[in-house]
């Protein structure tokens, strides 16, 4: 049985995608200034700027986490 670790570069990019839509998403029980604050250009591009950061951070670690996965499971 073959085990596959790590993301591949879709993956991640799909991962931030999802993360940013998720975070700008309306909520049940969002108060009507928060849905504006979500919808203003400074808190998008902060989103943005975060999801972009945590892909980064998963792609330049990727193959060092899908190592340890590996020996942990091997």
Known sequence: MTV????SQAEIRDLAQKA???ILS???????ALQTYKQSAEFRAGVQ???AAM???VAENNSRIAEQLAA???
């Open 4 to 7: 596959e670790i790590g993301l």
């Open 20 to 22: 940013a839509q998720l």
């Open 26 to 32: 309306g909520r049940d029980g969002d108060s009507e």
């Open 49 to 51: 700027l975060a999801c």
């Open 55 to 57: 892909v980064l951070v």
């Open 72 to 74: 942990k499971l091997g």
